[in-house]
């Protein structure tokens, strides 16, 4: 079976929990998510075995951290603790208009350390170059220094000469880059010529370059030797740009939509877990498709796993 090791970020949720008791107190509930955290534990969902990879501290809640990957079936041995250290953490917030606001408090989370320590690093490549995947994100490449980005680009480099697969969602957040576009298109644009697997959001690449059309994505692209360039459009067609052709695969409309957090994490779930396991890429497509039409269709980036398997019908 193949093995796919994600790389990133576990942060601290807090997000509004209704009280009819509170007063004029906010109740938070607690819960962990991270973009690619998120994707490891639906790709663990799926079938895939998985790994995570991060860093964390030895505080109660990066343990709880861990007591989770250990419950999704996601492997810990490529995630370490160190003592004194913590995780970051965001608070969720509803504005009047309903819609969704993120406060961020991850300035000293360990996971930005990532790649940096000499040590660990070695440690950590060799471990890596045992998966036959590794995904990764530009949330991933925003939080830790120029060095290792450094370090994390050569290991891709040799990684990929030893035939690995390396999978990349831009995943563009303007604000992890101090709003600093240039040197934001300029790491992007130095992984994607490395990318195997692209699972991009238009809405991403128009942010991050201007614009926001198909032809313009794909243009810029095309000759960067990626083997799929996936088109995530929200509730349009899924576009793949494969051996030169245009593949466009339906979204079905998904009724009682709650909460699109994790749509596009999900998706990349379902996408990588069907190609690790053989299926077309229409195939996998669609499954990215299902796999996500349960995720918005329930509270939070990670839904409750007995939600999740009473609506996950598998691949076929």
């Known amino acids: 079976m193949a093995r796919i090791a994600a790389i990133g970020e576990v ?13 004029d107190k906010d109740i938070m509930a607690l819960g962990f998510a991270g973009d690619t955290f998120n994707t490891a534990i639906y790709m663990a969902r799926t079938g895939i075995q998985t790994e995570y990879v991060t860093l964390l501290g030895d505080d109660p809640y990066s343990e709880k951290i861990f007591d989770l990957a250990k419950a999704e079936n996601v492997g810990t041995s490529m995630m370490e603790t160190m003592a004194g250290r913590l995780p970051g953490m965001y608070v969720i917030r509803n504005s009047p208009d309903g819609e969704r606001e993120f406060y961020y408090w991850r300035k000293e989370a360990r996971a930005r350390e990532l790649f940096a320590a ?16 590794v995904y990764l994100s530009g949330i991933t490449l925003a939080i830790i220094s120029d060095h290792s980005r450094l370090v994390l680009l050569r290991f891709i480099k040799e990684y990929r000469a030893q ?3 390396f999978c990349f969602d831009i995943n563009y957040r303007p604000r992890l880059w101090d709003n600093d576009q240039t040197m934001a298109q300029y790491v992007m644009a130095e992984f994607m010529e490395h990318t195997d697997i692209a699972l991009l959001t238009l809405d991403d690449e128009a942010m991050l370059w201007g614009d926001g059309s198909i032809d313009a994505t794909i243009e810029r692209y095309k000759n960067n030797g990626i083997k799929e360039l996936v088109l995530k459009r929200g509730a349009e067609e899924v576009v793949a740009y494969v051996n030169g052709e245009k593949l466009r ?22 996408y990588l877990s069907a190609r ?35 609506m996950y019908n598998g691949l076929n």
């Open 118 to 133: 000499k040590a660990h690093t070695e440690n950590l490549i060799n471990q890596l170059k045992e998966c036959d995947y």
């Open 11 to 23: 942060m601290v949720e807090l997000a509004p929990h209704p009280s009819t008791d509170a007063g």
């Open 163 to 165: 035939g690995g697969t």
């Open 276 to 310: 690790a396991q053989g299926f077309s890429y229409e195939d996998a497509a669609r499954h990215g498709i299902h796999v996500a039409s349960i995720v918005i269709r329930n509270r939070g980036a990670i839904v409750k796993k007995a939600s999740f398997n009473g």
């Open 249 to 270: 695969v339906p979204v079905s409309k998904v009724d009682g939509v709650v909460d699109t957090t994790g749509a596009g994490d999900s998706f990349n779930a379902g």
